[in-house]
C-alpha cells in the first residue's frame, strides 16, 4: 500500500508570492522525507563532514564570499569554536592560543569589542567574543580572561544606556533586543551586571512584546507635552520573530534576581507567558515541513529557528511553564518524596514541542551533502546555520532545566567577596541561577541513535555547562560543586 503523503499547509485559495515559495518549499521537502519502513533510512549525523567543515573554516580561512562579513570576524569565529564544542570536538593548545590572540586584536581601547581589529566596539561582537574566550581562553598571561579590561567595559555598557531602561547595540546606533541579550550575558558571565546597570531593563523587555506572544526588537517610546518619558503606553506594534523572542527571553531570565528584589509585587513588571506560549507552539512546522521551525508567522522554515525558537522552550521551562513544575517536585526532596509515585508518569515525553520532528527536520535537511548545515535544501551551508542547527539538534535531544536542589549546592558553597568595593548583594543569586541548569539523566530523546547524540548547551548563554562554569567561577571567585546529570525518575 503507498505511503499517505503528508497534507499540504492549508492556503486560503488566493496565490501569493508566499503561497507560491511556501508551496514550492513543501515540494521540496518532500524529497527529503525518507520512507521509515526501512531501517536503513534512520537519519545519520555526519559528525565527521561537520567537523571538517569547521575545520577547514578555521585553519584554512573562510571562503571569499564571507568577506561581506568582515565586522563579524568574532561570530564567525564564536559559531566554529561553539559548533566544535558541541559536537565534542577538542581543540589542541596551538590552536587554542591563536584563537586568543585574534580575538583581543578586537578588544577596543575604549572598552567592549569590535568587530575586527581597530573596529568600534559594539554589544554583539563583545558577545561572541567573551563567548569565544569561555571556550579557548584561560587565566594567566595570554590567556585572554585577564586581558579583558573589565572597568572599560562596564563603562562602554553605561554609557550606551537610554533612559527607558534599554540599550544602543554601539554609540549613535538603534536599540536592539539582540544587543540587550548580548550585553547581559557578557556581564552575567564577567561579573559585571549590577542594579545600576539594568534599572528599567526588564520593564523595556515587557514592552516589547507583540500582540502575537513573541517579541520584536524594541518598543516605541512615548513622551508627554512637556518631553517626559512615559513608562505606557506603548503599544505592541512590532512583528513577533524568533530571534528577538529568544534573546527577549533569555534576558528576562537573567533579569530575573533583579525583577524578584523589587518588594512590591505590584511594580515587577511582567510578560505574558501563555501568549508566548501560545506563538511558539504555532512557528513549529507541520508534517510536511518536517517539523522546523518558523522565524515568523507565515514565513518558511529555516533551520536556525531550531534554536531561536526551539530552544526557547528550556526558557520557558525555566519559567515553570511545562515539564519543570514535574521535574522540579522530584528534584526538591522531602520526607514525602515517595508519595503518589502511581501517578508519576516518568516514561513519557511532556515536552512543549516535538522534539522527535525538529530533530528529523535538521538530521533530513538541514545537513549539507558536503558538509554543515544550512536554512533548508537547496542551499547551502554556513557558519551561522550550522551552529544554530545543531545548538537546535542538542536542545530537542537534551533536557536541561534549573534544578532547585543544585542551586543549593551552588549557594553552599559560596564565598562573600573579601573586596570591600565589591557591594552588589545579588551577585550570589545571579551566579546560582546561572549555573543551577543541569541535564535530566535518562531525558535524552535522540533520533537515530546514540551515535547521533551531542553535547548539551546552556539555554541561555549557548555555551556548554563546562565553558559556563569555568569562566563564572574564575570571575565570580568561586569554586563550583561537581555536577552530576539529575535523574526525575522515581
Not at 536503513?40 to 549525523?45: A, D, F, N
Not at 567561577?473 to 526525575?488: C, D, E, M
Request: with cysteine; proline share 7%.
Amino acid at each position: 500500500m503507498a505511503s499517505r503523503l503528508p497534507r499540504p499547509v492549508p492556503t486560503d485559495g488566493f496565490v501569493t508570492p508566499t503561497s507560491t515559495t511556501q508551496a514550492e518549499t513543501e515540494t521540496v521537502l518532500l524529497n527529503h522525507i525518507p520512507d521509515k519502513s526501512r531501517p536503513e533510512t534512520l537519519p545519520v549525523l555526519q559528525k565527521n563532514a561537520h567537523m571538517q567543515y569547521l575545520v577547514r573554516n578555521l585553519v584554512q580561512g573562510f571562503p571569499a564570499r564571507y568577506v561581506s562579513q568582515d565586522a563579524s570576524q568574532p561570530w564567525l569565529l564564536f559559531w566554529t569554536l561553539q559548533g566544535f564544542s558541541i559536537l565534542q570536538v577538542g581543540l589542541d593548545p596551538g590552536n587554542k592560543q591563536r584563537a586568543i590572540d585574534k580575538i583581543m586584536t578586537w578588544q577596543h581601547p575604549g572598552g567592549g569589542f569590535g568587530g575586527g581589529p581597530g573596529q568600534a566596539a559594539h554589544l554583539l561582537p563583545t558577545y561572541a567574543a567573551v563567548c569565544s574566550l569561555a571556550i579557548v581562553g584561560r587565566s594567566g598571561p595570554g590567556g585572554g580572561w585577564d586581558q579583558i579590561d573589565r572597568e572599560k567595559l562596564y563603562n562602554f555598557f553605561m554609557s550606551l544606556k537610554q533612559p527607558d531602561g534599554s540599550f544602543l547595540v554601539t554609540h549613535h546606533a538603534e536599540v536592539d533586543v539582540r544587543g540587550i541579550y548580548c550585553l547581559l550575558v557578557t556581564a552575567t558571565l564577567l561579573d559585571l551586571l549590577t542594579p545600576e546597570l539594568v534599572d528599567g531593563t526588564a520593564e523595556f523587555i515587557a514592552s516589547c512584546q507583540t500582540y502575537e506572544g513573541g517579541f520584536s526588537s524594541s518598543s516605541q517610546p512615548y513622551y508627554s507635552l512637556d518631553s517626559v518619558l512615559l513608562s505606557s503606553p506603548r503599544p505592541p506594534l512590532g512583528e513577533a520573530h524568533g530571534g528577538y523572542t529568544f534573546c527577549s527571553l533569555a534576558s528576562w531570565i537573567l533579569l530575573q534576581p533583579f525583577v524578584n528584589a523589587e518588594s512590591d509585587i505590584s511594580k515587577r513588571p511582567e510578560i505574558n507567558l501563555k501568549n508566548l506560549l501560545r506563538w511558539l507552539v504555532q512557528v513549529q512546522g507541520t508534517e510536511i515541513e518536517l517539523g522546523g521551525f518558523k522565524g515568523r508567522t507565515n514565513k518558511l522554515v529555516d533551520g536556525c529557528y531550531s534554536w531561536w525558537c526551539g530552544g526557547s522552550f528550556a526558557l520557558l521551562e525555566g519559567l515553570g511553564l511545562g515539564g519543570s513544575q514535574n521535574t522540579r517536585s522530584r528534584d526538591d526532596t522531602s520526607p514525602d518524596s515517595s508519595a503518589g509515585t502511581e501517578e508519576c508518569w516518568d516514561d513519557i515525553d511532556d515536552s512543549l514541542f516535538n522534539r522527535k520532528a525538529l530533530q528529523e527536520y535538521i538530521l533530513y535537511a538541514g545537513q549539507h551533502p558536503a558538509g554543515g548545515l544550512r536554512d533548508k535544501p537547496p542551499k547551502n551551508a554556513d557558519a551561522y546555520h550550522t551552529l544554530y542547527c545543531i545548538s537546535g539538534l542538542s536542545s530537542a535531544q537534551h533536557h536541561v532545566f534549573p534544578s532547585s536542589s543544585r542551586q543549593t549546592e551552588i549557594l553552599g558553597t559560596w564565598v562573600a567577596a573579601s573586596d570591600p568595593t565589591v557591594t552588589n548583594p545579588l551577585r550570589k543569586h545571579i551566579f546560582s541561577d546561572s549555573l543551577s541548569w543541569i541535564e535530566e539523566e535518562g531525558g535524552s530523546v535522540i533520533v537515530g541513535g546514540k551515535d547521533n547524540r551531542v553535547n548539551a548547551t546552556h539555554p541561555v548563554f549557548n555555551l556548554t555547562m563546562t565553558h559556563c562554569e569555568g569562566l563564572m567561577a574564575y570571575f565570580y571567585k568561586q569554586k563550583v560543586p561537581p555536577r552530576i546529570l539529575k535523574s526525575t525518575s522515581s
